[in-house]
């Protein structure tokens, strides 16, 4: 088993403004998330928020300390939130095992020293997608199904963005520190998410991207909204959104993504946003 670790650092306004398409991709995408057995994490410096694929095909993957961390284990001062967007496994935590089936998600309070990835069918493995930041005191570990979520439709059919956003790490549904997670599901015929488009100053977040055809693809758009520039992003792959940048997308066709946020506070509604008319892209 091995532990994958890079950096992602936090990049000023400034900065962004000036970097190349391929400087935007480096700083930004996060690619080839899921290897088997392997655990995959990005230490990102915006509010130490980790990103991480974890895909246990053919033994038991165990999450341990890292280095960035300088921690005796992984969730000694973190909190950790995961959704399984392959197929049926299990983690397992100090409090017991539990089963995590397709797109249902589970919670992991600091203070857990055993955290342990596994797949029912290495022919169809799991791909537990991983979001962590830093916690101040404990919260009890809770897997939450699609059952457990709060759902609230969204959108339009005729504005290509109708969508199902499903909250399942929030604070209607688990107590957590800072961490907040759900899944966004496009319907059939709707390819934007997120409209209308906003930053929100105090937290960061990312986007997972999954569900998308071999042969599909979804544009990312983030920075100030006078100076917008885009990612393409493929299957099973996230970009990172610093607190200064708007992030919504349009794909080739529908499908689903995973928003992770981390910050100041977790309310959902703190949000600054914007029309699609105010919005202006940068020359690149």
Not at 31 to 37: I, N, P, V
Not at 150 to 156: A, L, R
Request: aromatic fraction near 10%; proline fraction near 4%; include cysteine.
């Amino acid at each position: 088993m091995t532990i994958n670790v890079s950096n992602r650092w936090a990049v000023g306004r400034g900065e962004y403004s000036r970097f190349t398409m391929e400087e935007l991709v480096e700083n930004f995408l996060v690619t080839d998330l899921f290897q088997a057995d392997h655990i995959e994490l990005v230490y990102t410096h915006y509010d130490r928020f980790v990103v991480g694929g974890v895909m246990p095909v053919t033994e038991t993957l165990s999450l341990g300390t890292v280095d960035e961390l300088r921690a005796g284990y992984f969730l000694e001062r973190r909190e950790l939130g995961v959704i399984n967007v392959g197929g049926p496994g299990k983690v397992s935590v100090d409090a017991g095992d539990y089963d995590i089936d397709h797109k249902e998600g589970i919670y992991i309070g600091r203070g857990n020293r055993k955290i342990e990835f596994s797949s029912d069918d290495g022919g169809n493995p799991s791909k537990f997608y991983c979001n962590s930041v830093g916690a101040h005191k404990e919260y009890p570990t809770k897997k939450i199904g699609l059952k457990d979520a709060e759902v609230v439709p969204m959108g339009d059919k005729l504005m290509c963005n109708e969508r199902v956003i499903n909250k399942l790490i929030v604070t209607s549904t688990v107590d957590t520190c800072q961490l907040q997670m759900g899944m966004t599901e496009l319907k059939p015929g709707s390819v934007w998410n997120t409209m209308p488009a906003h930053t929100h100053a105090r937290r960061m977040e990312t986007y997972f991207y999954f569900e998308v055809a071999d042969d599909q693809a979804v544009s990312h758009f983030m920075g100030p909204r006078e100076e917008t520039k885009h990612i393409w992003v493929g299957n099973d792959e996230a970009v990172v959104s610093p607190p200064w940048s708007i992030h919504s997308g349009v794909g080739t066709s529908n499908y689903t993504f995973i928003w992770g946020m981390a910050g100041e506070n977790v309310d959902y509604a703190d949000m600054d946003t914007f029309q699609p008319n105010e919005f202006r892209a940068s020359a690149q």
